[in-house]
């Protein structure tokens, strides 16, 4: 079946350092990939997304590339703010939307 | 702001009893969607309902039921209910295209207690 993989948290870093968070897919077809962001006491916002094979996403600053390749949708941003503490996750959506796990990102001023 | 109301924000109940929690999409928005967050489950797909029917199915126990009426908020149903089904549930709503994006609630936080 359909399912995603992201890598566990928590991710801690310094603020201005790079951030990758890894994410991989098992789908049939092609579905379109997601990011959404969850910050405390609220619901899932989308970051960004890509439909099709080669695909960049990107907002905020933040950018993943649809690999179709290596089945994979990585979150990277090349300097992080405090503000970016928050739970990423990761989504697929064929017939009906699929989230990873999540994974905590905390940056430290 | 998202667009989407969820009501009650909080909810504390004790085991086997009953509780509906409501959701108002946002204006235009056709699909429903219900999840839920919990620590050690992560978000959980629960049901999809697109236009007043039932259009997916996920994780969701026999105890839990859902509908959308017709003016498109929908209603989840929680029955019967255990300790284990203390979680945050969220609904999320979308125009209905797949490569739309799903809009969330801030969600209901359930205590059975």
């Known amino acids: 079946g359909n399912s995603v993989t992201q890598m566990e948290g928590p991710v801690t870093l310094s603020e201005e350092a790079f951030l990758t968070i890894n994410c991989t897919y098992t789908?049939?077809?092609?579905?379109?990939l997601f990011w959404y962001v969850q910050y405390p006491g609220e619901g899932l916002q989308l970051l960004l997304k890509?439909?099709?094979?080669?695909d960049k996403g990107s907002n905020k600053g933040f950018e993943a590339t649809y690999r179709k390749e290596t089945t994979s949708f990585h979150l990277e941003k090349g300097s992080v703010q405090v503000s970016d503490s928050a739970v990423y996750f990761c989504a697929l959506n064929t017939d009906k939307l699929i989230f990873g796990t999540g994974t905590r990102l905390q940056v430290f001023p | 702001d998202s667009g989407v109301t969820q009501t009650p924000k909080h909810l504390i109940t004790a085991t086997g009893q009953r509780v509906t929690l409501r959701c108002s999409p946002r204006?235009?928005?056709?699909?429903v969607y219900w999840y839920q967050q919990s620590l050690d489950q992560g978000l959980q797909f629960l049901i999809q309902?697109?236009?007043?029917?039932?259009?997916a199915k996920g994780n969701i126990l026999e105890r839990f039921s859902a509908q959308q009426f017709p003016d498109l908020h929908s209603e989840l149903n929680l029955s019967s209910l255990e300790l284990g089904d203390s979680a945050l549930y969220f609904c999320a709503t979308s125009e209905g295209d797949l490569n739309s994006p799903l809009h969330f609630g801030n969600g209901t936080r359930l205590t059975v207690t």
């Open positions: 890509a439909t099709k094979a080669d």
């Open positions: 204006s235009g928005d056709l699909s």
């Open positions: 309902y697109y236009n007043g029917e039932e259009r």
């Open positions: 789908a049939t077809g092609y579905p379109s």
